[in-house]
């Protein structure tokens, strides 16, 4: 079983690029990891409770269940939009989700990891944490990134991170894939030996906050959001759960190697899941190889007038909108840039104009004109049949090598999430397919009859390409992937297995369909406005 997650999204805001970017590519990886042949369970969802949440709500005068309710649909109805197929939803007001907290907050408590205590400090009501001088800039205070800080005496509970805190560093230390990109790893190493052996503060009071789950032996407590949150990953397939909840077998969910594979951006690996989660989950009994991956993906900035790159904020207004985008420009541009015009675990300057340059130099001008070449030449000289016709030349056994290893790259890459990697090995592909075309001039080779059977073999080559093309792209843009199969009269291609890539999927005989454009050009009537 490959289980994947994402972060679940906070509901205090409508969802913008940076959501859809994490979105899209846990879709992409789950769809390849179907086509690799793997079973896949893919969850996502939102994160509901919270001081932030209560606030907003107030400000708009609404109890906060009907604004997250609200909130939520924005999120449920842009990942429809963009074809972000899940497997499971996480909403964490569910009553299954509150059952798994209470359980494992009562076992916690039962061991003796859970401990009440007074406390005086700093507090972000942004970050909705406690702070402490580690927390402070250069200059002693307490940097913008906090928003609000107020000090606050107030006594909670407690969960004793710091019990788990030297096996976390000695398992970090001995495993190499725990977090990725590798460079990951030295930055949460780093903040392991900053932390010191702080305990972690699970609980608000009532008096402050009263939307979130109630503590199950102390009601004038709420559980702390992020203790809430991260334990997503397990309540909704099925960790504690009642026999008639409705949710998968625990037992056969977290079984991979590894048994999860959370994606989420690099401003919450540290300290939520970097160390907050695998203590935790140490806490609860989970043996080392029961432990997630994080996969760690970057952000999408925006230049700024002066060059330089920024974090989209609302505050400096420059969020990008997502649900805008797809309308504007297509879910296939959307979609194909998000994944495309960043390397999986980096940073990257969001740019309208590569969005519409890419969709058209890559899908409209290379792999659209191959796709038009081999149905539209099929249909003009052949009557729209396929034929290997005759013996192979050079030129076709480099074109059919050529196929082989842009696939094994293709798979080598998506293997190690390097989603743009893969697809610029399909497009070197398609270029390829396109200067085959040039030089073999079919159109010129049809004024002699006795070149019926070379035109026949030229022709299926592209056609065969255009094929395997198709499942590959799948994942990625599955819909244009299913026009392109359709237009081949292979709806059943988006049904193969990476392994069922062998050269011969379009038999001897087999009739192709019409030609139909599958990326029409993006055209601007002026330049793309920032």
């Known amino acids: 079983m490959f289980f994947l997650t994402t972060a679940i999204d906070y509901t205090n805001g409508s969802p913008h690029i940076g959501h859809a970017y994490e979105k899209v590519l846990a879709d992409v990886i789950a769809r390849y990891r179907r086509l690799r042949g793997d079973e896949v369970f893919f969850l996502t969802g939102v994160d509901q409770h919270g001081q932030k949440v209560q606030q907003t709500a107030e400000k708009e005068g609404v109890h906060p269940a009907t604004y997250v309710k609200r909130t939520t649909k924005k999120f449920l109805n842009l990942w429809d939009k963009l074809d972000v197929r899940y497997d499971g939803w996480a909403e964490t007001v569910d009553e299954r989700h509150k059952a798994c907290v209470r359980k494992i907050l009562s076992t916690l408590k039962d061991q003796g990891q859970l401990y009440q205590k007074t406390h005086k400090g700093f507090y972000s009501v942004r970050q909705e944490q406690y702070l402490t001088d580690r927390d402070r800039n250069e200059q002693g205070e307490f940097g913008p ?21 030297g096996w976390l560093k000695d398992y970090l230390e001995k495993t190499d894939n725990f977090v990725l990109p590798a460079f990951r790893k030295a930055e949460l190493l780093n903040a392991l030996e900053r932390s010191g052996e702080t305990d972690l503060c699970i609980s608000r009071p009532k008096e402050r906050l009263r939307w979130g789950i109630e503590f199950p032996f102390d009601p004038g407590y709420v559980t702390y959001v992020w203790f809430d949150a991260l334990i997503n990953y397990v309540s909704f397939v099925g960790y504690e759960a009642a026999p008639d909840a409705g949710l998968p077998d625990f037992a056969k969910i977290w079984t991979g190697n590894p048994p999860a594979t959370h994606i989420i951006g690099k401003d919450i690996l540290i300290p939520a899941h970097g160390i907050y989660w695998p203590c935790m989950l140490h806490a609860m009994g989970f043996r080392d190889d029961q432990m997630p991956q994080l996969l760690v993906h970057g952000w999408w900035n925006r230049k700024s007038k002066s060059g330089q790159s920024e974090k989209m904020s609302k505050s400096l207004g420059n969020v990008v909108d997502p649900d805008e985008l797809a309308d504007k420009f297509g879910v296939d541009a959307l979609r194909y840039y998000l994944v495309r015009d960043i390397i999986t675990g980096r940073d990257s300057d969001f740019d309208l104009e590569r969005l519409v340059m890419l969709f058209n130099d890559e899908l409209a001008d290379k792999l659209g004109n191959l796709c038009n070449r081999a149905l539209n030449m099929s249909q003009r000289f052949t009557d729209g049949i396929l034929s290997p016709g005759g013996p192979l030349t050079e ?11 842009t696939t094994a790259a293709y798979r080598e890459a998506m293997d190690e999430y390097e989603v743009a990697k893969a697809l610029e090995a399909l497009t070197r592909h398609v270029v390829l397919c ?13 004024k002699d009859p006795e070149q019926a059977a070379r035109v026949q073999t030229i022709l299926y080559h592209f056609a065969e390409n255009v094929a395997h093309c198709a499942v590959l792209l799948s994942p990625v843009l599955p819909q244009a992937a299913a026009k392109i199969a359709s237009q081949l009269a292979r709806e059943d291609l988006l049904t ?26 993006i055209i601007l009537e002026e330049p793309a406005a920032e």
């Not at 030129?395 to 290893?405: F, G, I, M, V, Y």
């Not at 297995?497 to 599958?518: R, Y």
């Open 434 to 446: 396109n200067q085959y075309a040039d030089r073999m001039k079919p159109w010129e080779l049809k």
């Open 145 to 165: 990134e906090w928003g609000e800080v107020t000090e606050i005496e107030e006594e909670n509970w407690y969960f004793k991170l710091s019990d788990h805190i």
């Open 395 to 405: 030129d076709d056994l480099a074109l059919q090598k050529s196929l082989a290893e």
């Open 496 to 521: 193969l297995k990476l392994d069922d890539l062998k050269w011969g999927l379009l038999a001897d005989g087999h009739a192709i369909g019409k030609p139909k454009p599958v990326f029409p050009k």
